[in-house]
């Protein structure tokens, strides 16, 4: 069974800061995906990676994967309020479309 | 494009009653899924369709709950009878294929008394 952990569950930070979210897995995958969700919210893409090596970066945020160490990690640049919500990673099977989320990250910045 | 669309946004029932969920996908996309969220156990799979096919419903708690997918732009997810445990967050996502990015909508808040 693919298991995805993300570490830390709850982060809070204050406005200009850096900091790296973490998100592991248990088994052989090449395709990850990040996600936002505000409160009370849907869940809306970020990012896709999908493959060894895999870096996309969108205005503060910088996401990249490591299929060897079953790593990716969520980098987040000079944090702004704004980017207070919680961030899923979400691993897809080698085979079949399930995706497997992480607990999720509760990101609060603060002024 | 108006996204995933899913009825009801919030439903308040009574234990035992029938709860009938709805979602209309993203037109083209030949995947749908259907996720429950709690803060419990997080964010979970139920099933997912193919093609108005399903192709795995480990997910799915009981056999009070069943899926359906008529057509390709609608698909039902429903509780008989509804229990307060299965109170949650009830999204609808879908894809172009089984290797894109998923598309989630807004979701459905079932509350059980």
């Known amino acids: 069974e693919l298991k995805v952990e993300q570490n830390p569950l709850f982060l809070s930070m204050q406005e200009g800061k850096n900091y790296t979210i973490y998100c592991n897995y248990s088994t052989t995958s090449d395709r990850l995906y990040w996600y936002r969700q505000d409160p009370g919210k849907s869940l809306e893409s970020l990012f896709v990676?999908?493959?060894?090596?895999a870096v996309k970066q969108e205005g503060r945020l910088m996401a990249s994967l490591d299929t060897k160490a079953r790593l990716s990690t969520l980098h987040i640049t000079a944090a702004v309020h704004d980017l207070s919500a919680t961030y899923f990673c979400a691993v897809q099977e080698t085979s079949g479309s399930r995706l497997t989320f992480g607990e999720g990250t509760q990101l609060t910045v603060n002024p | 494009d108006a996204g995933v669309i899913q009825s009801p946004r919030h439903e308040v029932t009574e234990m035992g009653q029938e709860v009938t969920l709805r979602c209309k996908p993203i037109?083209?996309?030949?995947?749908l899924f259907w996720y429950r969220q709690t803060m419990m156990r997080g964010l979970e799979l139920l099933i997912y369709?193919?093609?108005?096919?399903?192709?795995?419903d480990s997910g799915m708690p009981e056999d009070r709950f069943s899926a359906k997918m008529p057509n390709a732009s609608f698909s039902t997810l429903k509780i008989q009878p509804s229990e307060p445990r299965d109170s949650a967050v009830y999204f609808c996502a879908s894809s172009l294929d089984s290797h894109n990015e998923q598309f989630f909508g807004p979701g459905t808040r079932l509350t059980v008394l």
């Open positions: 990676l999908l493959s060894n090596g």
């Open positions: 037109s083209g996309h030949d995947y």
């Open positions: 369709f193919n093609n108005n096919v399903p192709i795995d």
